[in-house]
């Protein structure tokens, strides 16, 4: 399918790897122009590399943590407009609702809810201005079906899932199209690190973890970065102009409800 946004332009968010890579590849499948960023400078060049030369499209990697102001200002410096905007960053640790102190809690609000209500502050005004605009937000299945271990992250996720909740409708008469994607397991360096927790903590291997987990997803496997990234590609195309302000879980069935 011709997702007709060739020639576009995006920055996709924590991409050297994992989901945010699925997306930035999707999106150049489609022929968007990227830029793409991650902490670690060797990895995310190394990514635009591998993904320029394999689409043809402009790859632009910088290195930065985009969950601080610091970080955001050097990608925003490099992107101070884009068509589609993809937020990202890595998840909070696990942990016990007992331990989480108001340091704890701030970190997770500001790398899981406030990197990604700041990107959509700086790049969608100029959507509405252009009269286009598409952002996709990776959240987690945990908005829908908390995962107690991961509550730092049920707590910033369900923000953010609030207010886009009210500010995808006010830009929508604008052309902008602002979702959110949430995952279930995927198959990426998070999934093998949250494992490799239950593993330790139940005295069971690493694989033995894995096979109790895909148990639980009716399709029986983790999902991929491929997956994901096609489905964050659709929700940028022309076609998705009437998908707003919607919380798309991927998840092979394992959220058992009803809608
Ligand atoms: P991943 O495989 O560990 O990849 C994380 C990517 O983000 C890497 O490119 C990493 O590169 C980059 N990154 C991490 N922190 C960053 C920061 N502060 N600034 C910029 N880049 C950063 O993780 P993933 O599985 O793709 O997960 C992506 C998000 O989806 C996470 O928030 C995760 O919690 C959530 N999620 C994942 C799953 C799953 O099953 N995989 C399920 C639910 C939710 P550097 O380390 O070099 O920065």
Redo the contacts with the bound molecule.
């Keep these: 399918m011709d997702l007709g946004i060739k020639g576009k332009r995006a920055l996709v968010?924590?991409?050297?790897?994992?989901?945010?890579?699925g997306c930035a590849e999707a999106l150049a499948a489609a022929g968007v122009d990227l830029v793409i960023?991650?902490?670690?400078e060797a990895?995310?060049t190394q990514t635009a590399h591998e993904i320029a030369a394999k689409y043809g499209v402009s790859v632009t990697p910088v290195a930065?943590?985009?969950?601080t102001p610091e970080?955001r200002a050097k990608v925003l410096a490099v992107v101070a407009q884009a068509d589609i905007l993809v937020t990202?960053?890595?998840?909070p640790p696990p942990g016990n609702w007992q331990d989480w102190s108001r340091d704890d809690f701030i970190k997770a609000i500001d790398?899981?809810m406030l990197s990604a209500v700041a990107l959509m502050q700086a790049l969608v005004p100029a959507m509405m201005d252009r009269g286009w605009g598409r952002v996709v937000n990776?959240t987690?299945?945990s908005v829908k079906s908390p995962i107690p271990a991961l509550g730092l992250?049920n707590t910033a996720r369900t923000g953010l899932t609030g207010f886009v909740a009210g500010m995808s409708r006010q830009v929508a008469g604008s052309g902008v199209c602002v979702n959110n994607l949430l995952?279930?397991?995927?198959d990426?360096?998070?999934?093998t690190g949250l494992d490799g927790g239950v593993a330790k903590a139940k005295g069971i291997t690493q694989a033995e973890a894995r096979t109790q987990r895909e148990a639980t997803i009716p399709t029986g496997a983790y999902g991929t970065s491929d997956d994901f990234g096609a489905t964050c590609a659709f929700l940028c195309s022309q076609q998705a102009r009437f998908i707003v302000g919607q919380n798309i879980l991927l998840d092979g069935g394992a959220v058992n409800a009803t809608i």
């Design positions: 968010c924590a991409a050297s790897k994992g989901l945010g890579r960023n991650s902490r670690t990895d995310i930065a943590d985009i969950t970080g990202n960053a890595g998840g790398s899981n990776i987690s299945q992250s995952p279930g397991i995927h990426t360096d998070r999934a």
